[in-house]
């Protein structure tokens, strides 16, 4: 069984930062993708960043310049570091990875956290 684990939501004024984290664990031989998605109150779920295994990265336009993912391979952990806040930002926040099980034969597939609330208030 494969779990992803965040932290680092909660309240923050507008222009603050926040950073959150996403810990892979379980039966995961490799991970390939992972990224983080957000969902608003009344909106879809939408891709905010993701990275690949090589550090290839793509965001969003509307946090572009404002957002920063990175991972560490060794932690299996992807972060991502919001700067500049706005209170448009204010969504539940998920992570989520693609991955190869340890079984045989491999399975590729996907595993999202369980989200983790981001509040962006004066």
């Known amino acids: 069984q494969v779990q992803l684990v965040e932290s680092g939501g909660g309240l923050v004024q507008p222009g603050g930062s ?3 984290s996403c810990a892979a664990s379980g039966s ?6 992972m990224g983080w998605y957000r969902q608003a109150p009344g909106k879809q779920r939408e891709l905010v960043a993701a ?8 965001y969003a ?3 572009k310049g404002r957002f920063t ?6 932690k299996n ?6 700067n500049s806040l706005k209170p448009e930002d204010t969504a539940v926040y998920y992570c989520k990875a693609d ?3 340890t ?4 399975e590729y597939l996907e595993v999202w956290g369980q989200g983790t609330l981001v509040t962006v208030s004066s």
Request: hydrophobic letters at 40%.
């Open 28 to 33: 995961i031989f490799s991970i390939n993708a």
């Open 18 to 20: 926040l950073r959150l």
């Open 99 to 101: 991955f190869f099980t």
């Open 61 to 63: 336009d509307s946090v």
């Open 77 to 82: 952990t992807v972060y991502l570091q919001m």
């Open 69 to 74: 993912i990175s991972r560490d391979n060794a």
């Open 51 to 58: 990275i690949t295994s090589g550090g290839s990265t793509n």
């Open 103 to 106: 079984t045989l034969p491999r």
